[in-house]
């Protein structure tokens, strides 16, 4: 699943703690607990359909 921080947060990759999924570019990740726990909480939203990039890599929302 493609993910985006909420807008002024930034959320810690799983097991990265160092590296940081932030508000401005959306990055794929797998399906796992951790993170669908923190799009029900709201610090991770789902990014659009049609947003391009590769899994780990961190990419435009826009697809560019």
């Given at each position: 699943?493609?993910?985006?921080?909420a807008?002024?947060?930034?959320?810690?990759?799983?097991?990265?703690?160092?590296?940081?999924?932030?508000?401005?570019?959306?990055?794929?990740?797998?399906?796992?607990?951790?993170?669908?726990?923190?799009?029900?909480?709201?610090?991770?939203i789902?990014?659009?359909a049609?947003?391009?990039?590769?899994?780990?890599?961190?990419?435009?929302?826009?697809?560019?």
């Open positions: 699943m493609k993910v985006i921080a807008p002024g947060l930034t959320c810690p990759m799983e097991g990265k703690p160092r590296e940081y999924i932030g508000d401005d570019r959306a990055v794929e990740v797998p399906a796992t607990a951790y993170y669908t726990r923190l799009v029900s909480d709201g610090s991770l789902e990014a659009p049609g947003t391009n990039g590769s899994k780990g890599k961190e990419v435009k929302p826009d697809g560019k």
